[in-house]
């Protein structure tokens, strides 16, 4: 079943690229602008969490490799993206010993109509314990070992109000789960950014404040909702490119967004540094 879902998209893709009015290959900014709330979005970032000694590591990127026309106002973009997610401990003495890490890898088609886009995901994510914690020399795991593996489809449409304000939501299926689960497969993400005014920066950068709510709702482990705010600022060499450097100060309340850890509660303040290829 998954791998007839990846062969439709992809087929369906590539036909209507191939019936499309005009065509970009390798196109210097995406059509369905990362959402920037979303601790789980392909990105490069640093973080630092005080409250629990832990440090989380991501590197990630979307790579969008043709977008097409089909008439004045539509267009449409197909591409792959992955990322890999990582937790490590503080031990002192600058050892910084590996708990966890997740690694993402899907392929998505998105559309743009105005001020409305969408896309649609087909994603892999499989996560690890880290050496710290899968220690085969004790009689039993500091934590239980499960084979967390997942594949899901995520419908996302984002709608901008103005350039300082966006709205995002959308379904999510799981059509895979490793461990299996009797737990509800659909699960619900939703979203908002809200942005100040750009102003000039040093060597006539530009700056500009902001501040996002994400909300996942799901299922699993008795039902959970993932809630991450976070408050930072958006450095961008120009305005509008889609590249940026941000720094924010962020609170997650949910389950860990680790698959190893997803029944269990996490709750932290955190400082991050990212960059949004």
Not at 252 to 261: E, K, R
């Amino acid at each position: 079943m998954n791998k007839f879902l990846l062969i439709f998209f992809c087929f369906w893709g590539i036909s209507q690229s191939a019936l499309a009015d005009r065509w970009d290959f390798l196109p210097g900014n995406p059509l369905f602008n990362s959402l920037v709330g979303d601790l789980r979005e392909p990105q490069y970032g640093i973080i630092a969490k005080p409250d629990q000694n832990h440090y989380d590591g991501a590197i990630g990127q979307a790579i969008e490799f043709i977008q097409w026309q089909t008439n004045e106002t539509t267009k449409w973009a197909w591409g792959i993206e992955g990322a890999s997610f990582l937790e490590l401990d503080s031990l002192g003495a600058a050892t910084y010993p590996l708990r966890v890490s997740d690694w993402y890898l899907g392929t998505y088609f998105s559309e743009q109509s105005g001020n409305f886009s969408n896309r649609l995901e087909y994603e892999h994510v499989s996560s690890h314990l880290g050496d710290e914690l899968f220690d085969p020399a004790p009689p039993a795991l500091p934590v239980e070992h499960i084979i967390y593996s997942r594949e899901s489809l995520r419908w996302t449409s984002s709608y901008y109000f103005s350039e300082n304000f966006r709205l995002y939501g959308g379904p999510c299926y799981w059509t895979h789960l490793s461990p299996d689960s009797s737990d509800p497969r659909l699960f619900f993400h939703a979203g908002i950014e809200l942005y100040s005014d750009y102003f000039h920066f040093v060597a006539a950068t530009h700056l500009r404040g902001y501040f996002t709510y994400d909300l996942k709702v799901l299922g699993e482990a008795g039902g959970v909702a993932d809630q991450n705010f976070e408050i930072g600022v958006q450095w961008r060499w120009k305005r509008d490119s889609h590249q940026s450097l941000r720094i924010a100060a962020f609170y997650y309340a949910g389950n860990s967004l680790y698959g190893q850890f997803y029944q269990m509660p996490d709750n932290y303040l955190g400082l991050g540094i990212f960059f949004d290829p």
